[in-house]
């Protein structure tokens, strides 16, 4: 073998060495990228579930009048808001629930509530306790319904 051939195996193996490291190191991502992405799914699901669950929970202690109609509207909306889930959509799984918080959503809640003087809080109160009055009954009924589709969700 003269001394050109000798340089020629010589790069050839180097270069197949590389590409065999390169080809590893790449293998080697993409298995990493699976474990991450079944990572995410998992700790997604896991969110879901316990999202659902709380709605479940706050739904269930409403109907059994353990949890005021706003304050519980407020955190469904929330936990809702927070999930992103096109099938759980605010507006049109709780209609009645989505026009009574426009109705309140301009009342402050804990700290901005709390800097209010008691005459300001009173009408407040008064106004809110006149929505709960006549939006009760629907909000009540659209629970119960809430609960079904949340347990054949889970």
């Not at 060495?17 to 298995?31: E, K, T």
């Not at 992405?37 to 879901?48: D, F, G, H």
């Amino acid at each position: 073998m003269n001394l050109i051939e000798t340089h020629w195996l010589s790069i050839s193996l180097i270069a197949a060495a590389i590409i065999l490291s390169l080809a590893g190191y790449a293998g080697h991502l993409v298995y990493k990228l699976h474990q991450q992405k079944v990572r995410v799914k998992s700790v997604n699901a896991a969110r879901l579930k316990d999202i659902t669950e709380s709605l479940d929970v706050i739904a269930r202690a409403t109907l059994q009048q353990q949890c005021g109609i706003s304050e519980a509207v407020i955190r469904i909306r929330g936990l809702l808001d927070a999930l992103s889930v096109q099938e759980l959509n605010f507006q049109q799984l709780l209609p009645h629930s989505a026009q009574f918080y426009l109705k309140i959503q301009h009342h402050p809640i804990l700290s901005a509530r709390k800097k209010l003087n008691k005459l300001q809080l009173l009408k407040l109160d008064a106004e809110r306790e006149e929505l709960e009055a006549q939006w009760e009954q629907r909000i009540l009924k659209e629970l119960e319904q809430f609960i079904v589709v949340l347990r054949q969700k889970s």
